[in-house]
Nanobody, 124 residues
Framework: QVQLVESGGGSVQAGGSLRLSCKAS????????MGWFRQAPGKEREGVAR????????DYADSVKGRFTLSRDNANTILYLQMDSLKPEDAAMYYC?????????????????WGQGTQVTVSS
């Protein structure tokens, strides 16, 4: 059973930074797709960033481009999301997700493995 465990959330002031981590178990970083998603209260879950693991191709939501960066530790199967210049509107529960197929997108519906989430709070 694939397991994804997020960590690194917390409370920061606007303009601050956080780095989220997603430790994957029983999921190879050789192929497939992984992504970060977020969901604020009363809003739908939205894609933030995704990576096609085989090629390393990445994509980001327009709202985070230039501020958020994906990276990974292949040996330890950890996916990171570096979040800089945080804004109050970035506050949400952040989820890591994975999909073993060849497709990769920011659509939550594509992914069949999900972590439990880590909370990010940004104060103005």
């Amino acid at each position: 059973q694939v397991q994804l465990v997020e960590s690194g959330g917390g409370s920061v002031q606007a303009g601050g930074s956080l780095r989220l981590s997603c430790k994957a178990s029983r999921f190879s970083f050789v192929s497939g797709c992984m992504g970060w998603f977020r969901q604020a209260p009363g809003k739908e879950r939205e894609g933030v960033a995704r990576i096609l693991l085989g090629s390393g191709n990445t994509d980001y939501a327009d709202s985070v481009k230039g501020r958020f960066t994906l990276s990974r530790d292949n040996a330890n199967t950890i996916l990171y999301l570096q979040m800089d210049s945080l804004k109050p509107e970035d506050a949400a529960m952040y989820y890591c997700a994975a999909f073993r197929g060849g497709l990769c997108s920011l659509s939550p519906g594509l992914f069949n493995y999900w972590g439990q989430g880590t909370q990010v709070t940004v104060s103005s």
